[in-house]
């Protein structure tokens, strides 16, 4: 194996690593919203349901049925503000670009060693920023782990993918030509 092909190897295993990080953070982000609606949206319908005059029309219950709505509109307000879903949403965006931007520039400087136009010895330097901000997301990602189920799914995107896009010759994330 000569020094390019080492090289566009080093280059490949950067842009799968990030690229299913990438995935994983984006699926972990996607989750952690739909649990945001899942707590947040009872809480309007009920607390529409409690200043309506619909509730008045139950009579002498009404009381009662308004201290129950309003303990339970509360309580699942404040299992959503202490689990903090949205900000682990967004969190989760943030690192996911992170890596995002990783296979970006790794897929960009594997094509500039496949067109001549990079250097082996600049290809190396590449190699050691993009590892060096790899190294940085990673750090970033322990502020939001991602589940077993998320990192599976991911590499299970990736690799197929990768498979589609190799029969027709297209590059494993974008589809463009390679």
Not at 90 to 110: A, P, Q
Not at 120 to 148: F, H, M, R
Request: aromatic share 6%; glycine share 6%; proline share 2%.
């Amino acid at each position: 194996m000569d020094k390019k092909e080492t090289l566009l190897i080093e280059f490949e295993r950067i842009e799968m690593n990030a690229a299913t990080c990438k995935f994983a953070h984006f699926k972990s982000s996607s989750s952690k919203q739909n649990l945001t609606l899942i707590l947040g949206v009872p809480v309007v319908i009920i607390n529409v349901f409690i200043g309506s005059t619909l509730i008045k029309s139950l009579g002498d219950y009404s009381g009662t049925i308004i201290s129950v709505l309003s303990l339970l509109a509360a309580t699942l307000a404040g299992v959503q503000t202490y689990l903090s879903y949205q900000k682990k949403s967004m969190l989760h965006i943030e690192v996911g670009n992170l890596y995002s931007d990783i296979e970006r520039e790794s897929r960009i400087s594997k094509g500039k060693i496949k067109a001549d136009v990079m250097s082996i010895e600049e290809g190396w330097v590449s190699v050691s920023t993009l590892e060096s901000k790899y190294s940085e997301a990673n750090k970033k990602a322990q502020e939001c782990p991602i589940s077993d189920s998320a990192l599976s799914g991911a590499r299970n995107k990736f690799h197929s993918l990768k498979k589609a896009n190799k029969s027709s010759k297209r590059d494993a994330v974008t589809g463009a030509p390679s």
